[in-house]
């Protein structure tokens, strides 16, 4: 993969930006964003709404249980973010628009390496039975984060912003442990220990407290495999995360 781009802008549509407060403010992300390399900004899905009482949902037609987030509301803030696709002549920097949703494409480091070429991103949650289909129209990409169904599209549109946040130079401090994290190649990262070099018997490899950087690169690079091969052998199959292997 090559070294991805360098800053990374990132608006968030919720009905609940304030369970944005401490995952972008916290730890590696929160300094991203101090530091200017990520960009993220949060808009209230009800500031959009029609009804003066920022209401966004209604019942569903056909009947059954549960509400389903309005196209209008939709609409009107992808136009407000300029994220509607532009007529011919008006072609610009659309963001790129992805709704979060158990339907959606399952997320990996492939997705990821689509994703930071982008220039802009506009993450859409959904909340309740979902958003009316119509507004799939203005949708670029649908995104899971599994096969399990979330009340809401925050908890994913966090995974996404930490995951892509992590790619971006510069966030974690030493590249080098970007790139031997697991599924950056088609290999899962290495086993790792720190102090005590004993602890109830149980030992450090000793080849890990040698100083020899040559050994123990090889060694790193030996259990990497062995990781993959005992915990994940699909990777190796597929040709990696987000590939198919070309026979
Ligand atoms: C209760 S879910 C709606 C599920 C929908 N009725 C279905 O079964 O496909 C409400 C919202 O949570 C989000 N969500 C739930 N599970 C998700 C997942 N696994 N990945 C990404 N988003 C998810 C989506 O934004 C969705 O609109």
Redesign the pocket.
Same mark, same amino acid.
């Given at each position: 993969m090559n070294r991805p781009r360098n800053r990374l802008e990132i608006d968030i549509l919720t009905l609940f930006p304030g369970m944005f407060s401490g995952p972008l403010t916290e730890s590696l992300v929160g300094k991203a964003r101090a530091k200017g390399i990520l960009r993220v900004r949060l808009h209230d899905l009800r500031d959009y709404s029609l009804d003066r009482h920022g209401k966004v949902d209604d019942k569903k037609f056909g009947g059954g249980a549960g509400m389903v987030i309005q196209v209008e509301p939709v609409y009107r803030a992808l136009k407000e973010l300029k994220a509607l696709p532009a007529p011919r002549s008006r072609r610009g920097r659309k963001p790129f628009v992805v *709704? !979060? $949703? @158990?339907?959606?494409a399952p997320l990996n480091q492939g997705i990821l390496r689509s994703l930071l070429k982008k220039d802009r991103l506009v993450l859409l949650? +959904?909340? *309740?039975? +979902?958003?009316d289909e119509r507004a799939m129209n203005w949708v670029d990409q649908e %995104? $899971? %984060? +599994?096969? *399990?169904? !979330?009340?809401?599209?925050e908890l @994913?549109a966090m995974v996404l912003v930490d995951a892509l946040s992590r790619l971006v130079p510069g966030v974690v401090k030493e590249w080098e442990s970007v790139t031997e994290d697991s599924f950056y190649e088609d290999r899962l990262d290495c086993s790792h220990f720190t102090r005590p070099k004993e602890f109830l018997d149980l030992k450090v490899p000793e080849v890990l407290l040698s100083g020899n950087h040559k050994e123990i690169a090889a060694w790193r690079r030996r259990d990497a495999m062995n990781n993959t091969i005992r915990k994940r052998p699909d990777l190796l199959l597929s040709g990696g995360p987000g590939k198919e292997k070309s026979s």
């Open positions: *709704y !979060l $949703s @158990p339907q959606g949650c +959904g909340h *309740y039975e +979902g958003i %995104i $899971s %984060i +599994g096969d *399990y169904v !979330l009340t809401g599209g @994913p």
